[in-house]
């Protein structure tokens, strides 16, 4: 499976741990965890808060594609 967030990466940045942003949506750490390891991924609604709570830019979340792989 390919990797499609960067969250891992943009917590590591901003000195945040899986924990605290589990605590900070109300979701499980587990449910976290997953999301960081990319065996699932967030929904956008949720995606959305994550770069709020992070005060990043929604896009710098995830890993960036080819688009013109598709074509």
Known sequence: MEDLNR?????????KTSKWLAEELGKTPSTVSKWCTN??????????????????????LLVPNDIHAFQ
């Open 39 to 60: 065996v699932s991924q967030p929904d956008l609604q949720t995606l959305h808060c994550i770069a709020v709570l992070l005060n990043v830019d929604v896009r710098s």
């Open 7 to 15: 969250l891992k990466v943009v917590l590591v940045e901003k000195k």
